[in-house]
């Protein structure tokens, strides 16, 4: 399978402890995406970063690429009960047509 | 309000009873496309379009039509559903230009077949 793999499955980590959770992928791609979902709701867009990037910064949110390893993490910094969700990743590969290909997510649990 | 709507939110049907699940979008984009989501598995593509009369399979097609005869609607049939079938679905959609960009979701439609 292409599809992007989430790592860990789930994490519970007391509020105000960062989250970090890993994407790791199979070929090479575009982008990378990370979506957050809230229970049982749609997905919303949280970050992309591209293949020639390195890291980005949205608020508490970081993200990295290492295409060597064909990985990505997303940070959240000073957690809040509010980052309760599962995140996604989404890939978007090189000479794959025009389909997106997302991991089976991280439920994240912030305890208060 | 920019925002994809689906329609119905909730559904519960019998095997074989054909259904169609609606989605419309409000902000002019190009390139639209469904998902199924199930415990384990993730979210897995089924349809995409990438413009009015333009439908493309995605990794899980098999038992599943879409139509695009409008830019704002992308319609999901199921000809003859299977309990297979019962799954949380999403619609999504985004602009062609930027297909590869952010894709903006729906609320779901959460389907069972009995």
């Known amino acids: 399978s292409q599809q992007g793999e989430e790592d860990p499955q789930a994490l519970s980590i007391q509020e105000g402890e960062n989250a970090t959770m890993n994407c790791s992928y199979k070929?090479?791609?575009?982008?990378l995406q990370w979506y957050r979902q809230n229970s049982g709701r749609g997905l919303v867009h949280l970050i992309l970063?591209?293949?020639?990037?390195r890291e980005k910064h949205s608020g508490r949110l970081r993200v990295t690429l290492d295409t060597s390893k064909k990985s990505s993490s997303l940070l959240i910094t000073a957690s809040r009960a509010a980052d309760t969700a599962s995140y996604f990743c989404?890939?978007?590969?090189?000479?794959?047509?025009?389909?997106?290909?997302f991991g089976k997510g991280t439920r994240l649990h912030i305890l208060p | 309000e920019a925002q994809v709507t689906q329609n119905p939110r909730y559904l519960i049907t019998v095997t074989g009873k054909k259904l169609t699940v609606t989605c419309s979008q409000n902000?002019?984009?190009?390139?639209m496309s469904w998902y199924r989501q199930d415990p384990g598995l993730g979210l897995r593509q089924i349809y995409y379009s990438m413009n009015v009369e333009v439908t493309d399979k995605g990794d899980v097609p098999e038992g599943y039509k879409v139509s695009r005869k409008e830019k704002r609607n992308f319609p999901l049939i199921l000809e003859s559903p299977s309990p297979n079938q019962t799954s949380l679905y999403f619609c999504a959609s985004t602009h062609q230009a930027t297909k590869y960009n952010e894709q903006f979701f729906g609320p779901g439609t959460r389907l069972t077949v009995l």
């Open positions: 902000m002019n984009h190009e390139y």
């Open positions: 989404a890939t978007v590969f090189m000479n794959r047509d025009d389909k997106i290909i």
């Open positions: 070929t090479s791609i575009n982008n």
């Open positions: 970063i591209r293949s020639n990037e």
